[in-house]
């Protein structure tokens, strides 16, 4: 094994350890601060800081005729990719919204499908979406079934984790789509601090319409929180992933998605003594189980 694969094996187990304790980290920022501004002070202040490292590298930029593709990318894959997953952890627990993220190959099968140029459903792809569907109902049904107050706010966030994954099977579609043109020489970490910044405007905008900045407040817990999700979730995270992607199969990075439910549901435990039992085990072996027969269909 080269040293620049060894390297790459490196980056993805950083991956899956630092994007499995984001869901925890975020839990926790909004202890103090509303939703929609956390997310956006960790995306304007992470995508400005690697503009102005990059920029001090001399390294080429997006110029302005790609900027609105790139707030395209940045509305869906962190607007909505990110600031709906925030939204949901306000009502559902850090690990089963992990776990509720984790169906995002589901979302992207099905919108690949309608595409001209997608890959068809085939059956085992059919199947692999109704195991997961079936994990999904296991996981929440005994939750949203209530009838109460919390039984309706626990509905809205796993709703809003559906987005989440809607909002990023979409921006997938689009990056790879873009990707078949002009963009494809393009530096992939300028393009992902350009989306960073843009998302970030507009869950900035989307916070102060609903007049979150009034109750905006910064504790040492959250703030080193929200300094956790700034520095190694979103440059560090997305630094690593980029090297793996670079030198690694895509069908052995996106593993990643299987390793960040389980780290995310035991600190949620460990750290916030977040419910854990048997059903939610089985249930989310379930959902991780139907993307697993989806994920082997698409590399097939």
Known sequence: ????????????????????????????????????????????????????????????????????????????????????????????PSGLTAVLVATCPFWMVGIDAVMPDG????????????????????????????????????????????????????????????????????????????????GGIVLLVAGLVLREASHLAFTPRTTAALVYLIFFGAIGGFTAYAYALKHLPVATVSLYAYVNPIIAVVLGTIVLSEPLNARMVIAAAVVLGGMAMVRAEARA
């Open 1 to 92: 094994m080269s040293h620049t694969t060894r390297r790459a094996y490196l980056a993805w187990i950083a991956v899956c350890l630092i994007w499995g304790t984001t869901y925890l980290a975020i839990r926790i920022s909004l202890e103090t601060i509303p939703p929609l501004l956390m997310a956006a002070i960790r995306w304007i202040v992470a995508g400005t800081l690697l503009i102005t490292i990059l920029k001090i590298r001399g390294e080429r930029l997006p110029g302005p005729r790609a900027w609105p593709s790139l707030a395209i990318l940045g509305v869906l894959l962190l607007g909505f990719g990110n600031g709906a997953v925030v939204w949901a952890e306000q009502t559902v």
């Open 119 to 198: 890959a068809r459903l085939t059956i085992t792809r059919v199947a692999g979406l109704a195991v997961g569907f079936g994990g999904i109902v296991i996981l929440v049904w005994p939750e949203i079934h209530a009838s109460d107050a919390g039984g309706r706010a626990f509905l809205g966030g796993v709703i809003a984790a559906q987005i989440a994954c809607v909002g990023w099977a979409i921006g997938s579609s689009y990056a790879r789509h873009r990707g078949r043109g002009h963009a494809r020489d393009e530096n992939v970490l300028a393009t992902a601090a350009f989306e960073m910044l843009f």
